[in-house]
């Protein structure tokens, strides 16, 4: 089930202002209420179309669940419907949405290195527009770097690869990097505390 987590984020809003938060409760209890759903609506969230064989399929649901499902996410304002197929619409929502699913998705998989000061994820998993071809970016916070860092880093890398199924890249950071970057190459430092989202120990951007 789909849970409550408290992680720092940085960078957009994740609501649309037109939306009140009541509102927004009442929808998002309603399209996270069981682990099925989350299964559609992830699956749904990295794509521009679906349909309702492909979803039940892809997800391990019976074609009813998964057509009951996506016509309420119709009515959500989240899909639009054409024929038999199920396109997603351009709304706010959806990065936020993203966001709290990549979060669930990296709950058991992503915990703060015995080795490391911080950990995070930064550009398109932490703003909630990536797709089933996006890397996932994340950044360490470390006192120094050296060559047993890399290796560790390359470790946790493959561990947590094997968890999402897809290519993770993991940007190292100590304090004088964090420094040297905001100093002198203010463009990436720009890109990278855009959205990022710090999951747990200390913020790389306090440094």
């Keep these: ?40 609506l992830r699956h749904v969230s990295l794509r521009q179309s679906a349909t309702v064989g492909a979803v039940a399929l892809a997800t391990g649901v019976s074609k009813g669940l998964a057509s009951g499902y996506l016509n309420t996410l119709v009515s959500e304002g989240l899909l639009r419907r054409e024929k038999r197929t199920f396109i997603r619409g351009d709304t706010p929502l959806w990065p936020a949405i993203k966001r709290l699913l990549n979060l669930d998705l990296l709950k058991n ?15 398109s998993w932490a703003g909630g527009t990536n797709t089933t071809e996006s890397d996932l970016d994340l950044w360490v916070l470390v006192d120094t770097a050296s060559p047993d860092t890399e290796i ?4 946790l890398e493959g561990t947590i690869a094997a968890h999402t199924r897809c290519e993770v890249n993991i940007f190292i ?14 463009p990436f430092y720009t890109a990278l505390i855009t959205g990022y989202l710090t999951l747990a120990g200390v913020d790389f951007a306090t440094t």
Excluded: C, Q
Excluded at 8 to 28: D, R
Excluded at 112 to 122: D, F, N, S, T, V
């Design 173 to 186: 950071l100590t304090p004088d990097r964090v420094r040297y970057l905001r100093e002198h190459d203010r």
């Design 109 to 123: 998989t992503i915990a703060l290195p015995e080795w490391a000061r911080g950990i995070g994820i930064y550009g």
């Design 1 to 40: 089930m789909f849970v409550k987590h408290e992680h720092i984020v940085h960078g957009s809003k994740t609501t649309s202002p037109s939306i009140t938060n009541s509102l927004l409760e009442i929808m998002l209890s309603e399209i996270f209420r069981t682990e099925e759903r989350i299964r559609i």
């Design 152 to 155: 560790r880093a390359a470790e």
